[in-house]
């Protein structure tokens, strides 16, 4: 994605949260084992977004829904 994206373009992922069996939805519960979403570590994304080579990775949220928790993220590539 970084290769193909415009000098200052924005990339945005959205991602289920990690397992948190408090804030997951019964929907969530019954469709996601914690065993699928164990990978899903606060700061993951953050680091393979750093590590592919864009810059300024955060989290820029997280919403509930029915399925579970979702978090949002942002990164860009570096101009130029």
């Not at 000098?7 to 084992?33: I, K, N, T, Y």
């Not at 750093?50 to 919403?63: I, L, P, S, W």
């Amino acid at each position: 994605v970084l290769r193909v994206l415009k000098a200052g373009g924005s990339f945005h992922v959205v991602d289920f949260a990690a397992p948190d069996e408090a804030q997951r939805g019964v929907l969530a519960r019954l469709l996601h084992g914690a065993g699928h979403l164990h990978d899903n570590a606060p700061g993951r994304i953050i680091a393979m977004l750093d590590d592919a080579g864009f810059v300024g990775a955060a989290a820029v949220g997280t919403r509930r829904t029915l399925f579970g928790p979702i978090d949002f993220h942002r990164a860009s590539r570096a101009d130029g």
